[in-house]
Protein backbone atom coordinates (compact mmCIF):
# COMPACT_ATOMS: atom_id res chain seq x y z
CA UNK A 1 0.00 0.00 0.00
CA UNK A 2 2.94 1.92 1.02
CA UNK A 3 4.40 1.42 -2.41
CA UNK A 4 1.28 2.81 -4.31
CA UNK A 5 1.17 5.76 -2.79
CA UNK A 6 4.46 6.67 -3.50
CA UNK A 7 3.98 5.69 -6.50
CA UNK A 8 0.89 8.22 -6.81
CA UNK A 9 2.59 10.38 -5.26
CA UNK A 10 5.36 10.44 -7.85
CA UNK A 11 2.96 10.91 -10.88
CA UNK A 12 1.12 13.51 -9.12
CA UNK A 13 4.30 15.57 -8.87
CA UNK A 14 5.39 14.82 -11.95
CA UNK A 15 2.08 16.15 -13.52
CA UNK A 16 2.19 19.20 -11.00
CA UNK A 17 5.94 20.01 -12.62
CA UNK A 18 5.09 19.71 -16.63
CA UNK A 19 1.69 21.85 -15.57
CA UNK A 20 4.03 24.50 -14.15
CA UNK A 21 6.49 24.21 -16.78
CA UNK A 22 3.80 24.57 -19.15
CA UNK A 23 2.74 27.64 -18.19
CA UNK A 24 6.06 29.07 -17.52
CA UNK A 25 6.93 28.52 -21.08
CA UNK A 26 3.37 29.88 -22.45
CA UNK A 27 3.91 33.10 -20.11
CA UNK A 28 7.89 33.73 -21.78
CA UNK A 29 6.18 32.91 -24.87
CA UNK A 30 3.24 35.60 -24.65
CA UNK A 31 6.08 38.35 -23.63
CA UNK A 32 8.23 37.49 -26.30
CA UNK A 33 4.90 38.32 -28.44
CA UNK A 34 4.76 41.54 -26.52
CA UNK A 35 8.42 42.94 -26.53
CA UNK A 36 8.78 42.14 -30.61
CA UNK A 37 4.84 43.42 -31.55
CA UNK A 38 4.86 46.11 -34.03
CA UNK A 39 4.19 49.69 -32.66
CA UNK A 40 0.83 50.88 -33.65
CA UNK A 41 0.52 54.44 -35.87
CA UNK A 42 -1.05 55.78 -32.77
CA UNK A 43 1.89 54.41 -30.30
CA UNK A 44 4.30 56.30 -32.80
CA UNK A 45 1.81 59.99 -33.43
CA UNK A 46 1.84 59.91 -29.47
CA UNK A 47 5.52 59.99 -29.57
CA UNK A 48 6.20 62.24 -31.76
CA UNK A 49 3.87 65.02 -32.04
CA UNK A 50 4.93 67.14 -29.25
CA UNK A 51 7.01 69.30 -31.09
CA UNK A 52 8.03 72.96 -29.36
CA UNK A 53 11.35 74.32 -31.37
CA UNK A 54 13.86 73.15 -33.63
CA UNK A 55 17.43 71.58 -31.68
CA UNK A 56 20.06 73.86 -32.67
CA UNK A 57 21.72 70.95 -34.79
CA UNK A 58 23.62 71.61 -38.23
CA UNK A 59 23.29 67.88 -39.86
CA UNK A 60 26.31 67.98 -42.14
CA UNK A 61 28.84 69.35 -39.18
CA UNK A 62 27.60 66.80 -36.88
CA UNK A 63 27.94 63.88 -39.81
CA UNK A 64 31.17 65.19 -39.78
CA UNK A 65 31.92 65.79 -36.39
CA UNK A 66 31.10 61.86 -35.83
CA UNK A 67 33.18 60.26 -38.51
CA UNK A 68 36.59 62.69 -37.19
CA UNK A 69 35.75 61.46 -33.65
CA UNK A 70 35.40 57.92 -34.36
CA UNK A 71 38.14 57.98 -36.33
CA UNK A 72 40.65 59.84 -33.64
CA UNK A 73 42.49 57.86 -31.05
CA UNK A 74 42.45 60.30 -27.86
CA UNK A 75 44.94 59.04 -25.38
CA UNK A 76 42.81 60.12 -22.29
CA UNK A 77 39.46 59.00 -24.08
CA UNK A 78 37.30 58.03 -21.25
CA UNK A 79 35.91 54.93 -22.88
CA UNK A 80 32.39 53.91 -24.11
CA UNK A 81 30.48 54.22 -20.33
CA UNK A 82 31.82 58.16 -19.76
CA UNK A 83 32.18 58.99 -23.20
CA UNK A 84 30.68 62.73 -23.62
CA UNK A 85 27.49 62.59 -25.49
CA UNK A 86 28.28 63.85 -28.86
CA UNK A 87 24.80 65.23 -29.75
CA UNK A 88 22.98 66.12 -26.23
CA UNK A 89 20.58 68.69 -27.72
CA UNK A 90 18.72 65.40 -29.49
CA UNK A 91 17.47 65.03 -25.92
CA UNK A 92 15.21 68.23 -26.53
CA UNK A 93 13.23 66.79 -29.48
CA UNK A 94 10.11 64.31 -29.63
CA UNK A 95 11.33 61.00 -30.16
CA UNK A 96 10.28 57.33 -30.60
CA UNK A 97 12.52 54.66 -30.61
CA UNK A 98 11.91 51.77 -32.99
CA UNK A 99 13.26 47.88 -32.97
CA UNK A 100 14.94 47.64 -36.67
CA UNK A 101 16.11 44.32 -37.00
CA UNK A 102 19.15 44.21 -39.56
CA UNK A 103 21.42 41.72 -40.90
CA UNK A 104 24.68 41.28 -39.07
CA UNK A 105 27.17 43.85 -39.52
CA UNK A 106 25.14 45.01 -42.81
CA UNK A 107 22.22 47.79 -43.48
CA UNK A 108 19.72 45.14 -44.58
CA UNK A 109 16.44 45.26 -42.90
CA UNK A 110 15.24 42.30 -42.18
CA UNK A 111 11.63 41.20 -43.03
CA UNK A 112 10.21 41.17 -39.88
CA UNK A 113 10.75 44.90 -39.56
CA UNK A 114 9.11 45.90 -42.27
CA UNK A 115 5.98 46.22 -40.36
CA UNK A 116 7.38 48.46 -38.25
CA UNK A 117 8.38 50.56 -40.84
CA UNK A 118 5.42 50.90 -42.65
CA UNK A 119 4.24 51.64 -39.26
CA UNK A 120 6.60 54.74 -39.36
CA UNK A 121 5.60 55.64 -42.74
CA UNK A 122 1.71 55.77 -41.49
CA UNK A 123 2.50 57.90 -38.67
CA UNK A 124 4.75 60.43 -40.35
CA UNK A 125 1.51 61.07 -43.17
CA UNK A 126 -1.15 61.93 -40.02
CA UNK A 127 -2.62 65.03 -39.83
CA UNK A 128 -0.69 66.05 -36.89
CA UNK A 129 3.00 65.16 -38.39
CA UNK A 130 2.31 65.93 -41.71
CA UNK A 131 3.55 69.66 -40.81
CA UNK A 132 7.21 68.15 -39.84
CA UNK A 133 10.47 66.78 -41.06
CA UNK A 134 12.35 63.78 -39.12
CA UNK A 135 15.65 62.91 -38.32
CA UNK A 136 16.34 58.97 -38.51
CA UNK A 137 19.32 58.40 -35.78
CA UNK A 138 21.25 55.14 -36.23
CA UNK A 139 23.23 53.97 -33.47
CA UNK A 140 25.12 50.59 -32.46
CA UNK A 141 26.18 48.48 -29.69
CA UNK A 142 29.85 48.16 -28.76
CA UNK A 143 31.70 45.69 -30.20
CA UNK A 144 34.78 43.98 -31.83
CA UNK A 145 34.77 46.44 -35.07
CA UNK A 146 36.45 49.99 -34.65
CA UNK A 147 34.49 52.94 -33.83
CA UNK A 148 34.79 54.52 -37.57
CA UNK A 149 33.29 51.26 -39.04
CA UNK A 150 30.51 50.62 -36.39
CA UNK A 151 29.85 55.31 -37.35
CA UNK A 152 29.49 54.31 -40.90
CA UNK A 153 27.12 51.31 -40.44
CA UNK A 154 24.68 53.55 -37.88
CA UNK A 155 25.02 55.83 -41.14
CA UNK A 156 24.18 53.34 -43.79
CA UNK A 157 21.46 52.01 -41.67
CA UNK A 158 19.83 55.54 -41.25
CA UNK A 159 20.36 55.82 -45.14
CA UNK A 160 18.54 52.73 -45.23
CA UNK A 161 15.67 53.33 -43.66
CA UNK A 162 14.81 56.74 -45.00
CA UNK A 163 15.32 55.05 -48.78
CA UNK A 164 12.29 52.36 -47.72
CA UNK A 165 10.59 55.14 -46.58
CA UNK A 166 10.52 57.24 -49.50
CA UNK A 167 10.86 54.48 -52.32
CA UNK A 168 8.43 52.11 -50.87
CA UNK A 169 5.96 54.14 -48.60
CA UNK A 170 6.23 57.38 -50.79
CA UNK A 171 7.39 60.19 -48.06
CA UNK A 172 9.10 62.82 -49.37
CA UNK A 173 13.12 62.43 -49.24
CA UNK A 174 13.04 66.12 -47.89
CA UNK A 175 11.42 65.52 -45.07
CA UNK A 176 13.68 62.89 -43.52
CA UNK A 177 17.41 63.35 -42.43
CA UNK A 178 19.18 59.86 -41.68
CA UNK A 179 22.32 60.33 -39.84
CA UNK A 180 24.57 57.87 -37.76
CA UNK A 181 25.96 58.47 -34.41
CA UNK A 182 27.85 55.23 -34.14
CA UNK A 183 29.04 54.52 -30.89
CA UNK A 184 29.28 58.26 -29.85
CA UNK A 185 25.82 58.39 -28.13
CA UNK A 186 24.53 55.52 -26.83
CA UNK A 187 21.49 54.77 -25.73
CA UNK A 188 22.11 52.87 -23.04
CA UNK A 189 25.87 54.72 -21.58
CA UNK A 190 25.70 52.39 -18.67
CA UNK A 191 25.58 49.25 -20.60
CA UNK A 192 27.74 49.78 -24.13
CA UNK A 193 27.37 46.02 -25.83
CA UNK A 194 23.46 46.08 -24.59
CA UNK A 195 21.32 45.21 -27.87
CA UNK A 196 19.50 48.15 -27.12
CA UNK A 197 22.45 50.74 -28.20
CA UNK A 198 21.65 49.37 -31.40
CA UNK A 199 18.23 50.30 -32.13
CA UNK A 200 17.15 53.44 -34.47
CA UNK A 201 15.51 56.28 -33.20
CA UNK A 202 12.77 58.97 -35.08
CA UNK A 203 13.07 62.41 -33.99
CA UNK A 204 10.46 65.54 -35.02
CA UNK A 205 13.05 67.52 -36.06
CA UNK A 206 11.62 70.81 -37.46
CA UNK A 207 8.95 72.08 -40.14
CA UNK A 208 8.69 71.71 -43.37
CA UNK A 209 9.93 74.11 -45.46
CA UNK A 210 7.42 75.88 -47.18
CA UNK A 211 8.72 74.97 -50.85
CA UNK A 212 9.00 71.12 -49.48
CA UNK A 213 5.38 69.01 -50.33
CA UNK A 214 4.87 66.54 -47.34
CA UNK A 215 4.72 64.25 -50.49
CA UNK A 216 6.73 63.26 -53.66
CA UNK A 217 5.07 65.85 -56.17
CA UNK A 218 3.64 63.29 -59.48
CA UNK A 219 5.29 63.59 -62.06
CA UNK A 220 3.81 65.06 -65.13
CA UNK A 221 2.03 63.81 -67.95
CA UNK A 222 3.93 63.15 -70.86
CA UNK A 223 2.57 65.98 -73.38
CA UNK A 224 0.24 63.96 -76.18
CA UNK A 225 1.79 63.66 -79.50
CA UNK A 226 0.68 66.25 -82.32
CA UNK A 227 -0.72 64.08 -84.87
CA UNK A 228 1.36 63.84 -88.29
CA UNK A 229 0.11 66.11 -91.01
CA UNK A 230 -1.07 64.71 -94.41
CA UNK A 231 0.89 65.55 -97.30
Do not use: C, W
Not at 151 to 168: G, K
Amino acid sequence: MRATRLFTAGIYAALVSALVSALGLAFLAGAAEAQTAPPTRDDIVGKLNHFEQPAEIDIPALKLQVMERAKARIKNDPGPVNRPLIAPDLANLPTFTAQIQFDADTPIIQPASYQTVGRLADAMVHASLLPYTFLIVGHVESNVKTREANAILSQRRADAIRDVLVNTFKISTKRLHPIGLGEEQFLDRAKPTSAVNGQLQILTYAKVPDDAPAHPAAAPAPAAKKPAKKH
